[in-house]
């Protein structure tokens, strides 16, 4: 049964992650987002960690097999998938110059913020020394009781 489940969270992280990466060469972020990313409660709750983990593995392991996964993909995918589950994440997308000896280049990279912590960096590791320019949280929803 655990490995059924496992199965189906890599199969449904592999979907999301095509379609994903399909809908950012036809159509702008936003129609992404209100298509895909489900409002959730404003509050992260820390006893979710791991499912956000087991998502995360998931994710990154599936991104592998998705030619042009980039950063920005594999984040969208993930705050999708973690909204289905009615746990709220942030993307943070950042930019930095390097200059070293060779060449100059200006880098931009997009990771998952959960409860405060970069959940999914992808590839670029040290998130530090990027500066934030925006952050799109998951949409919040009103709980009426």
Same mark, same amino acid.
């Given at each position: 049964?655990?490995?059924?489940?496992? @199965?189906?969270?890599?199969?449904?992280?592999?979907?999301?992650?095509?379609?994903? +990466?399909?809908?950012? !060469?036809?159509?702008?972020?936003?129609?992404?987002? $209100?298509?895909?990313?489900?409002?959730?409660?404003?509050?992260?709750? *820390?006893?979710? +960690?791991?499912?956000?983990?087991?998502?995360? +593995?998931?994710?990154?392991?599936?991104?592998?097999?998705?030619?042009?996964?980039?950063?920005?993909?594999?984040?969208?995918?993930?705050?999708?998938?973690?909204?289905?589950? $009615?746990?709220?994440?942030?993307?943070?997308?950042?930019v930095r110059y390097n200059e070293d000896?060779?060449?100059?280049? @200006? &880098?931009?990279?997009? !990771?998952?913020?959960?409860?405060?912590?970069a959940v999914l960096e992808a590839q670029?590791? &040290?998130?530090?020394? @990027?500066?934030?320019?925006?952050?799109? *949280?998951? *949409?919040?929803?009103?709980?009426?009781?």
């Open positions: 049964m655990r490995l059924l489940r496992r @199965f189906g969270l890599y199969a449904l992280c592999l979907g999301t992650l095509v379609v994903v +990466r399909v809908l950012l !060469w036809l159509t702008r972020y936003q129609r992404i987002m $209100s298509w895909l990313v489900k409002p959730c409660q404003a509050k992260a709750n *820390p006893q979710r +960690r791991s499912a956000v983990a087991a998502t995360v +593995r998931a994710l990154s392991r599936s991104a592998k097999l998705v030619p042009g996964a980039s950063c920005l993909t594999q984040t969208i995918a993930c705050q999708a998938i973690l909204s289905w589950r $009615s746990i709220p994440s942030t993307i943070e997308i950042g000896e060779t060449e100059q280049r @200006f &880098n931009a990279h997009a !990771w998952l913020m959960w409860n405060g912590h670029e590791g &040290n998130i530090d020394s @990027f500066s934030i320019i925006n952050s799109l *949280p998951t *949409p919040t929803r009103e709980i009426v009781r």
